[in-house]
């Protein structure tokens, strides 16, 4: 079982970025997918989730009205448009994925999530 997380980078305060997540070895469909993101000195936090089941899907207040997720089943691929960049952004991106339905209660609980790959570095500049 693989994730890939691509397409971070340097960018300006306002400016955005497509993060990819290209996964293998798993039922894509099927497990509760998403992104968490680390900051330097801070503990892992979440920023938006799509539950396998009933795909409803979860955003962190910081990603509200900002950030996009979506997923191509077909791909096995996870996306996450991110707009309105700001310093606060600054962080190593992982995609996450559990094969249970995790329960809304838990969502932004790290340890729900078995499978972590490579983070990619955001950086927002101001």
């Known amino acids: 079982v693989q994730l890939q997380a691509s397409g971070g980078g340097l960018v300006q305060v306002g400016g955005s970025l497509r993060l990819s997540c290209a996964t293998s070895?798993?039922?894509?469909?099927?497990?509760?997918i998403g992104w968490f993101r680390q900051a330097p000195g801070k503990e892992r936090e979440g920023v938006s989730v799509?539950?396998?089941?009933?795909?409803?899907?979860f955003y962190a207040t910081s990603a509200q009205g900002r950030f996009a997720i979506s997923k191509d089943d077909a791909k096995n691929t996870m996306f996450l448009q991110m707009n309105s960049l700001k310093p606060e952004d600054t962080a190593v991106y992982y995609c996450?994925?559990?094969?249970?339905?995790?329960?809304?209660?838990?969502?932004?609980?790290?340890?729900?999530?078995?499978?972590w790959g490579r983070g990619t570095q955001v950086t927002v500049s101001s």
């Open positions: 799509i539950r396998g089941g009933d795909r409803a899907i």
């Open positions: 996450v994925a559990s094969p249970r339905n995790v329960i809304t209660s838990s969502i932004w609980r790290p340890t729900e999530y078995e499978l």
């Open positions: 070895g798993l039922n894509f469909a099927r497990y509760t």
